[in-house]
């Protein structure tokens, strides 16, 4: 990424498409916390620092909370997509991650098709329960990725699949 700022208007249809994604009984769950301007690195330095918190001295490195604390450094927007759990739980919980997972597939294509380069990443803490308490989310909750939004100088470069598509397919007829 270059370090160009996404305008927020840009961001807000963005997550007007995720909005669209299906939801089984209009849970709708999916749920974002955007950081822009300043709040992009804040949100670096606290990531990097909850990882140096939370992960035991044996499998802690410099390397990976430096690079926690550097990833956003030309990103104009970061989005934390989380799954928020309903009380009543009537719904089970892959469909919500799968609805929420939707959301975040719309958001992608739609800064695709606006030339916005996006990197969804589930890297540092993302799974660990810290980051949850952190931001104030329920114990329930899930984050499905943290994404880091902003303009690249880079070509997009050809796609590549390892497995072939008829592997992934059985017809029945
Ligand atoms: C749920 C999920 C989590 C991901 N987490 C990471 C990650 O932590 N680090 C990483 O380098 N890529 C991660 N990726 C992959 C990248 O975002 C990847 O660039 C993206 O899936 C685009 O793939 P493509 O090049 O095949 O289109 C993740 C992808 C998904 C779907």
Redesign the pocket.
């Given at each position: 990424m270059n370090g160009n700022t996404i305008p927020d208007e840009q961001i807000m249809e963005l997550l007007s498409l995720a909005d669209w994604a299906p939801t089984h009984a209009r849970t709708e769950p999916w749920r974002f916390i955007v950081f822009g301007d300043e709040q992009v690195d804040e949100f670096c330095i606290t990531h990097a620092r909850l990882y140096k918190e939370h992960t035991p001295a044996a499998s802690f490195t410099k390397e990976k909370q430096d690079k926690l604390l550097r990833i956003g450094d030309n990103a104009s927007h970061v989005i934390l997509c989380y799954m928020k759990r309903v009380s009543n739980h009537k719904i089970p919980e892959i469909e919500e991650i799968s609805a929420t997972a939707c959301a975040i597939q719309n958001l992608l294509l739609g800064a695709a098709a606006r030339g916005i380069a996006t990197?969804?990443?589930?890297?540092g803490l993302t799974h660990h329960p810290a980051m949850k308490a952190h931001f104030g989310l329920g114990a329930d909750d899930c984050i499905?990725?943290i994404l880091y939004l902003g303009y690249s100088d880079q070509l997009l470069t050809e796609?590549s699949r390892m497995i072939p598509l008829e592997e992934k397919i059985r017809w029945v007829r």
């Amino acid at each position: 990424m270059n370090g160009n700022t996404i305008p927020d208007e840009q961001i807000m249809e963005l997550l007007s498409l995720a909005d669209w994604a299906p939801t089984h009984a209009r849970t709708e769950p999916w749920r974002f916390i955007v950081f822009g301007d300043e709040q992009v690195d804040e949100f670096c330095i606290t990531h990097a620092r909850l990882y140096k918190e939370h992960t035991p001295a044996a499998s802690f490195t410099k390397e990976k909370q430096d690079k926690l604390l550097r990833i956003g450094d030309n990103a104009s927007h970061v989005i934390l997509c989380y799954m928020k759990r309903v009380s009543n739980h009537k719904i089970p919980e892959i469909e919500e991650i799968s609805a929420t997972a939707c959301a975040i597939q719309n958001l992608l294509l739609g800064a695709a098709a606006r030339g916005i380069a996006t990197f969804w990443s589930t890297g540092g803490l993302t799974h660990h329960p810290a980051m949850k308490a952190h931001f104030g989310l329920g114990a329930d909750d899930c984050i499905l990725g943290i994404l880091y939004l902003g303009y690249s100088d880079q070509l997009l470069t050809e796609g590549s699949r390892m497995i072939p598509l008829e592997e992934k397919i059985r017809w029945v007829r």
